[in-house]
């Protein structure tokens, strides 16, 4: 594996210190494999994340936002039944999977459903923050010609 020197980053750029935080973190710590899922883009604004949850109850898992991250935490219940297992190939074991959530995505929906949990996510940019053309006058007045998406 390659090994990065972000040290002109933290020179040249300002305020770019949380991204080069974020990709040394990805660095050291592998992402968990387990529980298996895939992040979809639906649309230009909103996301898709499911995870394949099977043997996991819809009251074994959490679901937690804060700040910029997304929590989902799964607690199996022990079974205090005996059991004897000629083979095991469902995990069904606890975990905790973190997402770092860009600027402005929020989580809006999540469903479980036959093992599948399902988790929608869109990102709202204000008005204040969206781009604007401005037309440039002689005088003092700025007048705003049209709003423009943002990209």
Known sequence: MRTFDLAPLYRSAIGFDRLAHLLESQRADAQPSYPPYNIELVSEDKYRIVMALAGFDRSEVEIVTERDSLHVTGRKQKDDSERTFLHRGIAARDFEQRFQLANHVKVTTA?????????ELVREVPEALKPRRIVIDGGDKVQVLEQRQAA
């Open 111 to 119: 469903s479980f459903d036959n093992g599948m949990l399902t988790i």
